[in-house]
């Protein structure tokens, strides 16, 4: 899986970010169209077929006179195995379950849902990295009504997260070892 972001502000016309392979295997990414004044942060995971090692991104607008501007424009691998949570392999539950879900997903197909059997449910990686080297993980949750979530990884803990709408949470750490436990 790779992870694409970006911001665009639009000040005139419609635009919108398509990412595909160079042949016709087909689109990977639409973003919906992008109006008004606003400043957009566009961001999914996009996962590359097998055997393809290019792809497209391209960036339309719509009519003479489309005027947009970008920030930030990021496309990384993930070291993650399924960040994507389009199935649930890759990851080692802790006193709870671990399903996919259609019907809440932020981007994809599926989003990953964590059910505790007991206090202090959770999911974890151990990640592959270089001692010493810094990377940043990012991620995006929510809660249900009543319920809560954080996000650990090395020395960072998010604190109790109560957000029924998805939240983006980030943090940069620096690795102590070959492997980082993320919760």
Excluded at 30 to 37: A, D, I, R, V, Y
Excluded at 59 to 78: C, E, P, Q, R, W
Excluded at 86 to 99: D, F, K
Aim: with cysteine; charged share 15%; aromatic share 14%.
């Amino acid at each position: 899986d790779y992870y694409f972001s970006c911001g665009i502000k639009v000040t005139n016309g419609t635009f919108n970010f398509l990412i595909n392979t160079i042949d016709t295997y087909g689109n990977l990414f639409t973003s919906s169209n992008l109006t008004g004044s606003s400043f957009y942060r566009v961001d999914s995971v996009v996962t590359i077929p097998s055997g393809r090692d290019i792809i497209d991104l391209k960036v339309s607008g719509t009519g003479a006179g489309s005027i947009s501007y970008f920030d930030n424009m990021v496309f990384l691998k993930s070291l993650f195995t399924n960040g994507s949570f389009e199935t649930t392999s890759g990851w080692t539950t802790s006193n709870c379950t671990l399903t996919n879900d259609s019907s809440n997903e932020r981007s994809g197909t599926n989003c990953g849902k964590i059910t505790a059997s007991a206090n202090n449910g959770y999911i974890y990686q151990d990640v592959t990295t270089i001692s010493g080297q810094w990377y940043t993980v990012k991620f995006h949750g929510k809660a249900t009504a009543g319920d809560s979530f954080k996000f650990v990884v090395r020395d960072f803990d998010s604190g109790t997260l109560t957000d029924t709408s998805y939240v983006e949470i980030a943090c940069t750490v620096k690795a102590t070892s070959s492997s980082t436990r993320v919760y």
